[in-house]
């Protein structure tokens, strides 16, 4: 079991040899298929058995995480640390916050490598296959550090709230580089460049929000696919899906 980070810690935590899990239907989905609509022939299950195996030789699931104090609040604003991080609605979606935290998470770059040799060798369908479980791969990844943060903040009295992520739910993907000064994925390898592009490119980069009046109230939806089954504080009872 790994053990949940101080949510309030303001030095950089890096979580290694953090746990994978591959949904079968979430790798699907980057591929097109609609649940419980488009049945997976078994030529394709094979495949996707193929890559799943491949790629969890390849992959190195790691995260750096960092908190800052808030410094003050709007209705689409939150400035802390100098930064002004322009969020549509942030305040009625997440209330008042004592602190954020931002999060790198990465499955590193020997993925994307094998998938450009096997495009080079026009294995096609593999190589599809192979960037779709890194995609699923990196997704659950972010999930399990977001859940991870939530039971050690409530650990310690404090709520941590769904993670938000530049280019998403309106957050402008510019602020890239805000957050980045706010949690830099160095100390994990990962960079950012000037049109904020992360390499490597199976990376999630998130913020959340902490305090003891935070508002989750999406707590029964979590609990339901969260990664942490013996959650002293779970709501409602874990789902198998860790779709989000
Ligand atoms: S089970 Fe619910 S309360 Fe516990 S860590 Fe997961 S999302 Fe948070």
Request: proline share 5%; hydrophobic share 45%; charged share 25%.
């Amino acid at each position: 079991m790994i053990g949940a980070p101080s949510v309030l810690s303001s030095i950089p935590v890096v979580l290694d040899d953090l746990p994978l899990r591959v949904d079968r239907d979430e790798v699907l989905r980057f591929q097109g298929y609609k649940k419980g609509i488009d049945v997976p022939t078994g030529d394709v299950v094979a495949l996707f058995d193929e890559a799943l195996h491949l790629g969890e030789q390849l992959m190195r699931p790691r995260a750096v995480y960092r908190a800052l104090r808030v410094d003050g609040q709007g209705a689409d604003l939150i400035e802390v640390a100098g930064e002004r991080l322009n969020i549509p609605e942030i305040l009625r979606l997440w209330g008042r916050l004592e602190a954020v935290g931002g999060a790198i998470c990465t499955v590193g770059d020997d993925i994307e490598t094998r998938v450009r040799a096997l495009f080079d060798q026009r294995e096609f369908p593999l190589a599809v296959m192979l960037d779709s479980v890194g995609s699923a791969a990196v997704e659950s990844l972010a999930e399990f550090v977001n859940d991870l943060l939530c039971q050690g903040g409530l650990a310690a009295g404090l709520r941590v709230t769904n993670r938000v992520s530049p280019g998403y739910a309106g957050w402008d993907t510019a602020e890239q580089a805000a957050l980045w000064r706010l949690c830099s994925g160095a100390p994990i390898g990962v960079t950012l460049n000037s049109s904020c592009f992360m390499t490597p490119a199976k990376t999630i980069s998130f913020l959340v929000g902490i305090g003891p009046e935070a508002r989750v109230d999406h707590y029964f939806s979590q609990c339901r696919r969260c990664w942490m089954r013996d959650c002293a504080y779970r709501r409602a009872p874990a789902e198998t899906s860790i779709h989000r």
